[in-house]
């Protein structure tokens, strides 16, 4: 015959004093583990997201990202007439040769200068990201000096407003728009004409990457093997998911110190479950022997004060999960080893972050309370009569 649940949530009302403090307990440690996995949900969805399966990145071979190097322009026409590649409405490949250069710029709130993407790109290049849409103003125009900033870019820097003036390299930009790509690596980039970026920094005779839009997915891979098979251009393909998956690798750091902080936590929350449901055992001794008496057995015993901690645990998650709604989507910047530039994300609060914190919890539960189950269980009867 099994113990009521009911019986267990009295005896916790009953120790109030103990069930907060425990709970609180788990609770930190609950938010610590959610606030570390947000932040690592937050950080793939900007980076595996800003990828597109129907794109190829070309650049030279041996180079790891779009900063390094760069190839001839008389490439780019051979890379075009390669087979797999969607054609735009007027029959033209829909392919972009870009220029990635990085910058500095002030804060908005004057905490100092950070590096910043500048994408110089084709107008296909607008094509080649069609999840990215203009918010404000309009998209730049070739051959001018006009840029369109990223939404992260128009929050967290000075003169990112339609209208404004940006100075670097050789003179002064005018903001002309400003674009969402939803929370991707994009939204932390200044996008303007391949030409002109080129022209202000000095890049000259070529591209340092190529963006070719495949026809599918399947295309997509086939191309990305054709480009770098091709003896005629020495180039290296990638999908462009490939690419930005690569970039999580920024992640890296606080992946591991949040995981050691987590741990040492879980393991204190854990003694502090055990110590309450130990002190619960010996405060209801004859209790326990009373229960037995009428006729609950050994593994009911058990597994009631097993529940009893396992409910301790939940009310501990679901405070702890409470506790970190305020700073679901807030924004945070880290620099991005590929790129060396600032790339924001915002913590993201998933389903899968949700159960596996709720997960957590019951398994420093199950930690606590095992232990105290089996004490609760093993007493002998007389014994705890005469207590």
Request: proline share 3%.
């Amino acid at each position: 015959m099994a113990l009521p649940i009911s019986y267990n949530i009295r005896n916790l009302k009953l120790r109030k004093g103990l069930t907060v403090m425990t709970a609180l307990g788990i609770a930190l440690t609950v938010t610590t583990a959610v606030f570390l996995m947000a932040l690592l949900a937050g950080l793939q969805k900007a980076f595996v997201s800003s990828g597109d399966a129907r794109n190829v990145l070309v650049m030279r071979k041996g180079s790891t990202a779009e900063l390094s190097g760069g190839f001839s322009a008389d490439l780019f026409p051979v890379l075009k007439t390669l087979p797999g590649i969607e054609k735009d409405s007027q029959g033209e490949p829909i392919a972009s040769g870009e220029w990635v250069v990085v910058v500095v710029l002030p804060r908005k709130d004057k905490t100092g200068d950070v590096n910043v993407t500048v994408r110089g790109m084709m107008p296909a290049g607008l094509t080649l990201r069609p999840n990215t849409k203009l918010v404000e103003g309009r998209w730049f125009t070739p051959g001018q000096r006009e840029v369109v900033v990223g939404r992260s870019i128009h929050n967290r820097f000075s003169g990112a407003n339609v209208g404004d003036t940006m100075d670097f390299a050789k003179g002064q930009w005018k903001v002309v728009g400003v674009f969402d790509s939803g929370g991707t690596a994009y939204d932390s980039e200044i996008w303007g004409d391949v030409n002109q970026v080129a022209a202000d920094f000095d890049r000259q005779g070529g591209y340092a990457s190529a963006y070719l839009r495949a026809t599918d997915a399947v295309a997509a891979d086939a191309l990305k093997n054709r480009v770098s098979d091709d003896q005629r251009l020495k180039l290296e393909g990638s999908l462009e998911t490939e690419y930005y998956q690569k970039q999580t690798s920024s992640g890296g750091p606080i992946k591991f110190i949040g995981m050691f902080v987590a741990v040492i936590m879980a393991i204190g929350s854990s003694f502090a479950a055990m110590n309450t449901m130990y002190a619960a055992v010996a405060y209801r001794a004859r209790e326990i022997a009373t229960l037995r008496i009428i006729g609950f057995s050994r593994p009911s015993i058990l597994t009631s004060f097993v529940i009893e901690a396992l409910l301790l645990s939940l009310l501990g998650a679901v405070v702890g999960i409470i506790l970190m709604l305020p700073f679901n989507g807030m924004s945070t910047g880290i620099g991005n080893q590929v790129t060396f530039s600032e790339t924001v994300f915002s913590l993201h609060m998933t389903a899968r972050v949700v159960i596996t914190a709720v997960v957590f919890a019951m398994i420093m539960g199950l930690a606590g309370g095992f232990a105290p189950a089996w004490h609760a269980a093993r007493q002998d009867i007389l014994t705890s009569l005469r207590a």
